[in-house]
């Protein structure tokens, strides 16, 4: 799925969002964040999740 976002390294706006999953913070707290895919460079990176 394609995302209207721009990537961080190469400034590419062809990324992909993989998923958005819910990182661990040490034991009790998580972050839902959404992970994406530069499909010109392979960076992937995330940032929060926000509805
Ligand atoms: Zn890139």
Redesign the pocket.
Known sequence: MSVNAT?P????NRVVELGTPVIRIGKTRGLRVKVKE?V????IYYEKYET
């Not at 390294?9 to 590419?12: I, L």
């Open positions: 990537c390294r190469c400034g590419n530069c010109n460079c392979s960076l």
